[in-house]
C-alpha cells in the first residue's frame, strides 16, 4: 500500500534503491542499464563523486537563503558560467527549479518586455503542434500535444498552433528539405499576419523536439527563415532546450547548429543532471534592457529560485561536462548509436523512422512502413515496449500519440554523456529483444 500519487495508480514501481554511472539497480538487486537518463536527464550518470562533493561542500557551508534577501557565490558562479558559454546576446539567467518553471518565466517575460516598451497590446503566443513544454497551465497552453491539453482546455490560455517540422511525415514528396522549411516558414508568417504582427508576443518552439515526437531535429535552414520571420514582425522568438539543450545533441545548446540565437531560451534537465531540481531561462540582452529602462524588476518569483545547491550541482555538472571533454563524446557515441539503430532496425518491418542528433535518437514504430500507417492506439505498444526493456534491464523513454497527440509511437534514447562503445552495443541489442517481444505481443 502506497499513500503516493503515483503517475500510473494501477501500476507497481520497483524501488530504486542505488545509482552509480549508467545503472540504476532496484531494491531486489536488478540491474537497468539508463539509456534514456530517465527523461534526458541523466547527462552525468549516477552518483558522480565530483557533483556529489560539491553538493555536500554546499550544504555545509549554506544550504539556503531566499533570494529577496540575498544572492550567493553558487547562483552567481552558475549565471557567469551559462552567460560565458551562452548563444550570442544572452546576457543575463533566471535561475528556476525546473523546465515547466523556466517556460512560465519565459512568457512572462517576453510578455512584460512588451509592456515595458509600451506595446500592451501584444498578447499572443504561437507555438507547433506536437510539441512539450511542461505541464503547468502556462506551459501546458504554448504544448502542442493535444492528448495532454484535452481535459485542461478551458483553463488554458490562448495560444496559436502551427505546424511541427516533422520532415518523415510533414515533408511532401514533391518538395526539398529547404521548400519545406520554407514553407513552414510561411505559414508562421501567415498566422503572425492573420493574429496581427503588433499583438504577437513571441513564437515558442523547441529547437529539437523530445518527449511528445521523438527526438525530431528541424529540417537545415528552417529556424534561420523562423528567425527572419519573427525579426521581420519585432516578434520574439523563446527556444526550449529544456530536454535538446546543454549538451545532449554534441553542442552545448541545439541552436548553434542552426545558427541562430533565440531571444529567450529555457534549459533545465542536463544543467543539473538530475542531482537537483534547476532550470533556467538564458535572457537576452535587449530584454534586460528595456526592464532596466523601465520598471527595474521582473514581476514573478518562486521560493525555491537560485537554490544555492541546485546552483553548486549545476555548476558542478557543466564543469565536469567540459574538464573531461564530455561533448566529444556525445559526437563520437551520438554517431555510432545512429550507426548501429539504422543497422538492427534500417529494414524492421516496423520501424518507419530513425532520427535524432548526438545522444539524443528516436525511432518511430509504424504498422506498415509503406504506407507509414501507425500501430493501433489500443494495443499500447509503446507501454509494450518500455515494459519489455525493464525486463531486459533496459531503461528508455517510449511515447505514444508520436502523430497527432492520439496515434503513433516512438522510443526515445538519450543515455548520459559518458556511455561507451559497448554500452552502445548493449542498449540497441536489449532494444531489439523488447522491441520484436512487445510487437510479437500485440500480434498475439
Ligand atoms: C522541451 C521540454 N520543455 C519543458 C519541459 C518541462 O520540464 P519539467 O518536467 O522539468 O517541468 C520538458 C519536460 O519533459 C521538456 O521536454
Sequence with gaps: MTHILHRQIRQDYPRAATARGLYIHDKDGKAYLDASGGAAVSCLGHGHPDVVAAMHAQIDTLAYAHTSFFTTDAAEELADDLIAHAPAGMSHVYLVSGGSEAIEASLKLARQYFVEKGQPQRRHFIARRQSYHGNTLGALAVGGNEWRRKQFQPLLIETHH???????????????????????ADELDAQIRTLGPDTVIAFVAETVVGATSGAVPPVPGYFRKVREVCDRHGVLLILDEVMSGMGRTGTLHACQQEGIAPDLMTIAKGLGGGYAAIGAVLVGGKIMDAISAGSGLFQHGHTYIGHPVSCAAALAVQRVIRRDKLLDNVVRQGDLLQRRLRERFGNHHHVGDIRGRGLFQGIELVEDRGEKKPFDPA??????????????????????????????????????????????????????????????????
Design 379 to 444: 494495443v499500447k505498444l509503446n507501454a509494450r515496449i518500455k515494459a519489455e526493456a525493464m525486463a531486459r534491464g533496459l531503461l528508455v523513454y517510449p511515447m505514444g500519440g508520436t502523430i497527432d497527440g492520439a496515434r503513433g509511437d516512438h522510443v526515445l534514447l538519450a543515455p548520459p554523456f559518458i556511455v561507451q562503445p559497448q554500452d552502445i552495443e548493449t542498449i540497441v541489442e536489449r532494444l531489439g529483444g523488447a522491441i520484436d517481444a512487445a510487437i510479437a505481443g500485440v500480434r498475439g
Design 162 to 184: 502551427v505546424s511541427p517540422c516533422y520532415e518523415y511525415r510533414g515533408r511532401r514528396d514533391d518538395e526539398t528539405a529547404e521548400q519545406y522549411g520554407q514553407r513552414l
